[in-house]
């Protein structure tokens, strides 16, 4: 018997058709974007860094044990926005006509002094660490709205979200002023210490 031949097969278009499932996977395939905490990191400086005195920095410490230390106290995580509102709205030297805080002399000057000083080890846990920095935030927020409720009838979450949409029917440049002011009374100024 003869031996036969075996039939090839007809790769030629194959490279054709390994190109156009390549294209179509990479069409149609979605990439996820990690999402972080939106955080804008100071400017180098060279010059020297001001001095800063001691009563204007509000500590807190977040431990490996998920423990909170605010101003070398134990603290609930709950009592934390209000601990940080009564430090950043204080005046204590009496240049803050818009505060409304104790006045005490013990703590921050006005909340263009008062600095939020962060620190976190190693063993603290994401959830932990994301929950302080969001009530930390949320006191700036607090404060920020309060103010200008009172000078301008609105939040000033109200303000942002104007700000950023297309169809606000107001005046956008005084919008941005009023915006810009009030981060100037309570410019957020949170610190993370290693």
Do not use: H
């Not at 603290?75 to 009496?94: P, S, T, Y």
């Amino acid at each position: 018997m003869a031996k036969r031949a075996a039939p090839e097969v007809n790769a030629g278009s194959m490279a054709d058709i390994a190109f156009l499932l390549l294209i179509f996977f990479l069409v149609t395939t979605t990439i996820e974007v990690d999402s972080g905490l939106n955080r804008k990191l100071p400017p180098i400086e060279e010059t020297e860094p001001p001095v800063i005195k001691q009563k204007n920095i509000f500590t807190v410490l977040l431990n490996g044990n998920d423990q909170l230390l605010v101003e070398d106290e134990i603290m609930e995580i709950k009592d934390l926005r209000q601990a940080a509102i009564d430090f950043l709205d204080n005046g204590g030297d009496g240049s803050c006509s818009y505060c409304k805080g104790k006045r005490n002399p013990d703590s921050s000057d006005n909340p263009t002094k008062a600095i939020i000083s962060l620190k976190n080890e190693r063993e603290t846990s994401y959830k932990q660490y994301i929950s302080v920095q969001n009530e930390l935030v949320a006191a700036y927020n607090v404060l920020r709205n309060k103010r200008a409720e009172a000078l301008y009838g609105m939040s000033f979450t109200e303000m942002e979200a104007n700000a950023n949409d297309v169809n606000w029917p107001g005046n956008k440049a005084k919008l941005k002023d009023q915006i810009d002011q009030i981060k100037e009374e309570y410019p957020q100024k949170l610190s993370e210490v290693q």
